[in-house]
């Protein structure tokens, strides 16, 4: 019998593009299920499980209302930056705990962060709860960030490439939605893959551990729907 105490939390995406030269991911389509019958791990044991993995997650994020990519440019954020250009919009993405992620900067090793009055911040540090997100994926594949700390609040950039007063959701719902280009860096060559000049031949043996990676999420996403029929019985 399964505890009702369990939780289990999946994201697949169902469609993927891959290549070697150019080492990103489309997230095209993907689907997000959520059940309360796994167990639930400590905060504890998810950061030591963190520490453990064998590759970094990259993302650049593709703001479809300015058709750009979000960088940090002059102590500022926008959605200005150009796709050949992966110095200022390559972000790492570090998991706090179950759905919630902080974005830093790869180039600055700054946070995006919001401020008090509901503005996008850099800190130095992203410790702070503001600077926390839980990343939605709607039904046509696109990526959403709302804040951990603020209620309904998400992030958004205008046709300019600024910042989209998140007051505006429900009327340009379009502002806040992203295109997530992904790519994973291994841990022994992150500290040679310099944004300005992104890594893409590594080693056999380093890339067949990032496959086993892929593969141990598409199994977890086979079981989640097992144990979806499971309740359902």
Avoid at 42 to 48: G, L, N, T, V, Y
Avoid at 172 to 182: D, E, G, I, V, Y
């Amino acid at each position: 019998m399964i505890s009702r105490s369990f939780k289990v939390t999946a994201v697949v995406s169902d469609v993927q593009k891959f290549s070697d030269s150019f080492p990103y991911r489309y997230d095209i389509t993907a689907t997000t299920a959520k059940y309360n019958f796994h167990k639930k791990r400590s905060f504890e044991d998810h950061q030591k499980s963190n520490k453990i993995k064998l590759s970094t997650t990259i993302w650049r994020l593709k703001n479809v209302c300015s058709g750009s990519f979000v960088q940090s440019y002059l102590k500022t954020v926008d959605a200005n930056g150009e796709e050949t250009d992966t110095c200022y919009s390559e972000l790492e993405i570090q998991s706090l705990d179950f759905g919630i992620i902080a974005i830093k900067h790869r180039l600055t090793k700054k946070y995006i962060c919001y401020n008090r009055r509901r503005r996008l911040t850099l800190k130095n540090e992203g410790l702070d709860p503001k600077c926390y997100f839980s990343e939605i994926i709607n039904s046509h594949g696109y990526t959403k960030l709302k804040s951990n700390y603020f209620k309904d609040i998400f992030l958004g950039f205008n046709q300019r490439g600024r910042f989209q007063d998140p007051s505006r959701y429900h009327q340009k719902k379009h502002c806040f939605l992203f295109t997530k280009l992904q790519r994973y860096i291994p841990n022994a060559y992150i500290s040679h893959d310099h944004p300005c000049f992104p890594t893409t031949n590594y080693t056999t043996t380093t890339k067949s551990e990032i496959q086993l990676n892929e593969q141990e999420q598409f199994h977890s996403m086979i079981r989640n729907k097992y144990l979806e029929k499971i309740r359902a019985t």
